[in-house]
C-alpha cells in the first residue's frame, strides 16, 4: 500500500469484488433498480416476529448470496466487516451469528458500506486476509421506531426527510484477481457545520462527502470527469443539490457524472419518498446490485463511491447536539469489456 | 503478515505502542489501581451537562494524551478506531469530533479496546499508516439508564450483576520501534450459548474468550505457561470462573497468570461492585494504565490480552434473542528490561 496525499491510500496490489449480494424490500422492488437486487421481499418482517429480526435476515441473504457468487465457503472468509443504524448494530449480529467468521462490527451510520469495503480492501491489500466479506443493511420499519416516531403514530414527514430503505448490501474482497477492483481508499474525517434536524440529514452529511471527495481530489490528482461515475450514498435531493454547489464553488463540477442512491433507489415522482431514500442498506444495495452489475458488463468502468453517515442518536440530539457527519470513499474500477461496444 | 492456521495473525512487522492513556473516575480513583491512571474524576459528570457527553469527554482526554506521550500531533495520526456501548457510539463521536483525524467506528462492545487495537495494529503492520489510535470509554450512568434502568429507580444489583466502569483507554500503534509491540491478533468469532441474563453477562461472554484463546493456542502453537499475564476483559467473577473451568476440561491450564480487567479495576471486599467491573472503559483503561506501565518497565514481557464483549441491545432481549459474545486477543510483548532485575 502506498499513502497518496494525507487522506489516500492507494492499494497496491487492489482488492478485488468476487462477488457481491443484494436485497430489498417491497417499495425498493417497486423502483427503478428493481431488476438489479438478487431478491425482494413484498412482507415487510421477511416471515420473522420483528422488523430488527426481518432486517437481520436481510443481511444474512446478503452475505450467503455475495459467498456463493464467489463459489466460496464461509471457511474461505477470514473476516466479515458489518453494521448498521440500529443501536448496538444488532441486525449484524443477529444476522451473522451463525457464519462461525471472525466479525468486526463497524459504525459508520449510512457510510458504512463504504467503511466496510476500504477495511475489507485494506485488509486484503495488505496481506491480511485472501478474502473478507463487507456488509450492511437498514430497514424502514426499525429505524423509524428508533431514530424517530412509533410506526403506528403516523407521524407527518417533512419534505427535507428521507425515506430509509429496507435494503442489504454485501460485498466479497478478495486478493484473487476479478474483473472489479478497488484502487483507492479514502477514508474520511468527522464535519460538523452544526445542522441538528434529524429530518435533514442530506444538509448534515453533504460537508462530509465535500471533504471527502476533495481529499481524494487532491491527494490523487484525479480530476471529476476521469470518472463514468461519482456516487454519494445517500445525500437525498436536498444533500445532493447542497454538495454539487459547494463543489462547484470550489472548482470542482460534478454536473455530468454525478448521482446519488438515494436519488436512484425510488422514483420520486411515483412513490412518496420525500428527499429520497437513505439508510446504510440503500448505498448498500444499489452498490451491491446496480452498480456492481453495470460495471461487470463494462457500462461503467471508473466509479467514484462517497458514501455519508451521520453519526446521531436521538439522546444526543436531544442533549442539543448537531450532527456530525462522515464519508468515506473507495475507488471502483472495472476491466470488462463493455458489451454493448 | 503472515496467517498463522484458521484465527491468527503474526503481524510482520510488529506494530509499536508509541503513547497510551488512561482516565477513569472517581470508584476506579478509589480503587487497587488508582495510581496507575493519568488522573481520575471525582464529578461524575467531568463538569458536563450530561453523562453522554462527561463520557466523550474521558474520550478526549485518553487520546489527547495517548497522543502528547506518543510526543505526536494529531496531523501525525492516520486513522483512529473507536467505539463505546452508547447508542450510534456518540462518546466516539462527540468524543474525537474536533481531532480531525480520519475516524473509523468500532463496534464490539466491551471487546472493543482488543478490536480497536488489533486493527490498528493490522492498518500500522500492513503499511496502511504510519501511526493510528484506538480507544474506547464506558461510563456507569451512561450505560446504567441505557441498558437497565434509570439510576434514580435505584434498581437492585443482581450478584452475578457486573459495574460498567467510568474509565476511557488509549493507546496509540506505530510503526517506529518502541519497547512494547503487539506480535499476533486474534479476532473473534460471535459465540452464543444461549445465555440471555442482561445481569449475567460474564457468563454469555466466557464461550467466546474460550474460543478466541483456543484458537490462537492452536495456531500459533503457544501454551498459556508461555505468557506472564493471559488478561480477559471483562468476564469479572463469575465469567472468569467460567473461563478457567472450561478452559482448564480442555486441557488448557490458566490457574498461574490469569487475571480479569473486571477484577482488578475494584476492590471487591471494600467496594460494591458484585461481580466486578466491565465497560469498554474497564479493560480499556487497564490495559493503557496499568498493563502498559508494567510492561514500559519491564515487570510484564507477555501478555495475551483478550477482550470480551457481549453484542447485545436491551431491544434484542425484549424480543426474546439470547446474548452473542465475542472476544478479540492481542499478544502485547516487552522487550524493556526488568528495573528490578
Not at 497496491?12 to 417499495?27: D, L, T
Not at 486484503?124 to 429505524?143: D, I, P, Q, R
Not at 448498500?284 to 462517497?306: P, R, T
Not at 473507495?330 to 458489451?339: F, G, I, K, T
Request: aromatic share 8%; charged share 20%.
Amino acid at each position: 500500500m502506498e499513502r497518496l496525499g494525507n487522506y489516500t491510500l492507494k492499494l497496491n496490489p487492489p482488492a478485488y469484488v468476487r462477488g457481491s449480494g443484494s436485497f430489498a424490500g417491497k417499495k425498493e422492488g417497486e423502483g427503478p433498480l428493481a431488476d438489479y437486487f438478487d431478491a425482494t421481499h413484498d412482507d415487510t418482517t421477511l416471515g420473522e416476529e420483528s422488523w430488527e429480526k426481518a432486517e437481520a435476515k436481510l443481511q444474512t441473504e446478503a452475505v450467503k448470496t455475495a459467498i456463493q457468487k464467489a463459489h466460496l465457503k464461509n471457511t474461505d472468509i477470514q473476516y466479515i466487516f458489518a453494521g448498521d443504524l440500529l443501536n448496538q448494530c444488532i441486525s449484524s449480529t443477529y444476522g451473522l451469528r451463525d457464519l462461525g467468521i471472525p466479525f468486526l462490527g463497524q459504525y459508520g451510520a449510512c457510510s458504512t458500506m463504504a467503511q466496510g469495503m476500504g477495511m475489507a480492501s485494506v485488509f486484503v491489500s495488505g496481506g491480511a486476509a485472501e478474502n473478507t466479506v463487507a456488509v450492511t443493511s437498514s430497514h424502514f420499519c426499525s429505524a423509524e421506531r428508533q431514530f424517530r416516531f412509533p410506526l403506528e403514530y403516523g407521524g407527518q414527514r417533512t419534505p427535507t426527510a428521507q425515506w430509509t430503505a429496507t435494503a442489504a448490501g454485501a460485498v466479497v474482497m478478495s486478493s484473487r484477481p476479478s474483473p472489479i477492483s478497488i484502487q483507492e481508499v479514502t477514508f474520511g474525517r468527522m464535519t460538523d457545520l452544526g445542522v441538528s434536524d434529524a429530518n435533514n440529514m442530506g444538509a448534515a452529511m453533504a460537508p462530509a462527502a465535500v471533504r471527502t471527495l476533495t481529499d481524494y481530489f487532491t491527494d490523487t490528482g484525479h480530476m471529476p470527469q476521469d470518472f463514468d461515475l461519482i456516487l454519494t450514498g445517500d445525500l437525498g435531493y436536498v444533500g445532493s443539490t447542497l454538495l454539487r454547489k459547494i463543489m462547484k464553488e470550489a472548482g470542482w463540477d460534478l454536473d455530468n457524472n454525478y448521482n446519488d442512491c438515494g436519488m436512484m433507489i425510488y422514483d420520486r415522482k411515483k412513490q412518496d419518498v420525500h428527499a429520497g431514500g437513505s439508510g446504510c442498506g440503500c448505498s448498500g444495495s444499489v452498490v451491491c446490485g446496480y452498480i456492481m452489475k453495470q460495471m461487470l458488463k463494462g457500462a461503467l468502468h471508473d466509479v467514484l463511491f462517497a458514501a455519508t453517515g451521520a453519526l446521531m442518536s436521538p439522546t444526543a440530539l436531544q442533549q442539543g447536539e448537531s450532527i456530525v457527519g462522515i464519508s468515506h470513499l473507495v475507488h471502483l474500477h472495472s476491466d470488462a469489456p463493455n458489451e454493448l461496444a
